[in-house]
């Protein structure tokens, strides 16, 4: 049949996304042709018990972004960046409930859970295409100004994804399930698009701003990581589960990218941006230790023995040096 723009039908049947049982012409939604086993759990059915061992994981590793950037107290766009690894903590979330079937796919609140992920998903990819601009300065980071911006724009993004997942699922006017063109044109036209728009303007900052090209090398992985993790879902998810025998599938290793894509994101944001020293906290004083000889001829070397093995003012040490 082959894959068609505004379509499903053949991605539903490669892989096992969340939104495919509320698509199609039928009351039953597109199925994959493979997907990974199911294991019961006191009487109930939990769905890709790899792939949520992986949002485990990815939850862990969110929470160690999300700290190590609100510590950079100093540095730029770090209020701006992390809350791009806030929606994506909450996305994780959703994506866990949604696959698993801790919400069944009959359940009447499933299309929300599964409009709202989607919703996040635009809004992430939104926010870090915002975070490319902050190295233009177009305005201040960190203020009013700035932040409001990233969190109204998130919010329309997220409002309109969500509003165009509802209606199609739910076919209000001329939204159609059988023919999801909104749906299609928002995850794979304007999500992707607004993540190379980022990784274009990151290329622009470090070429033009910085005087070393190696933060250059975390975008390239982010970018390639990304790459492969959406070829395999959409493209290779039904025959690796098949050649696996069902353990796992495309979701799995598509879910491990991401995670992969997103902490090349950070370590790339972590790499051109430093703090400035002279406004960083540090609870430990400074200890300084004058470690060189003192030429004999020196008019101070008289002192030198007397000035050995004391603490100054303000906690400055002078150790004498044995050669």
């Known amino acids: 049949m082959g894959y068609k723009f505004g379509y499903y039908d053949e991605i539903c049947a490669t892989v096992q996304m969340a939104a495919c049982p509320l698509l199609g012409d039928n009351q039953v ?7 990974a086993r199911n294991i019961e ?28 950037v609100r510590s950079k107290y100093t540095a730029v766009g770090r209020k701006e960046m992390v809350m791009v690894f806030y929606i994506y903590f909450v996305m994780i979330i ?9 919400i069944p796919i009959s359940s009447v609140v499933y299309p929300y859970f599964v409009a709202g992920y989607l919703g996040l998903t635009s809004a992430m990819c939104w926010c870090l295409m915002l975070n490319g601009v902050v190295g233009f300065q177009w305005t201040e980071d960190g203020t009013a100004a700035s932040l409001w911006t990233f969190r109204l724009t998130s919010l329309v993004i997220f409002g309109l994804m969500y509003f165009i997942s509802i209606a199609t699922f739910k076919e209000v006017g001329s939204f159609s399930k059988a023919h999801p063109i909104g749906l299609f044109i928002m995850y794979f036209i304007f999500n992707p698009f ?22 250059l090398g975390n975008i390239s992985f982010a970018l390639v990581f990304f790459v492969i993790g959406q070829v395999i879902q959409i493209f290779l998810s039904d025959k690796i589960c098949e050649g696996i025998k069902h353990y796992v599938d495309g979701v799995f290793f598509g879910t491990i990218c991401t995670l992969l894509s997103v902490m090349m994101v950070y370590k790339y944001w972590d790499s051109i941006t430093k703090e ?42 002078f150790a004498q040096t044995n050669s």
């Open 29 to 35: 939604g597109y199925e994959p042709t493979c997907y």
């Open 41 to 68: 759990v006191r009487n109930a059915l939990i769905f890709q018990m790899a792939t949520l061992i992986i949002d485990i994981i990815a939850l862990f590793m969110t929470i160690i972004m999300i700290v190590h």
């Open 94 to 102: 959703l994506d866990f409930i949604t696959i698993s079937g801790i």
């Open 194 to 215: 607004c993540l190379l728009v980022y990784v274009v303007l990151q290329v622009i900052v470090v070429v033009n701003t910085l005087d070393e090209y190696w933060p």
């Open 276 to 317: 400035d020293l002279e406004f960083s906290v540090d609870g430990k004083g400074n200890t300084w230790e004058v470690k060189e000889l003192l030429n004999e001829d020196d008019e101070f070397a008289p002192y030198a023995g007397q000035a050995a093995n004391t603490v100054g003012y303000q906690g400055v040490s």
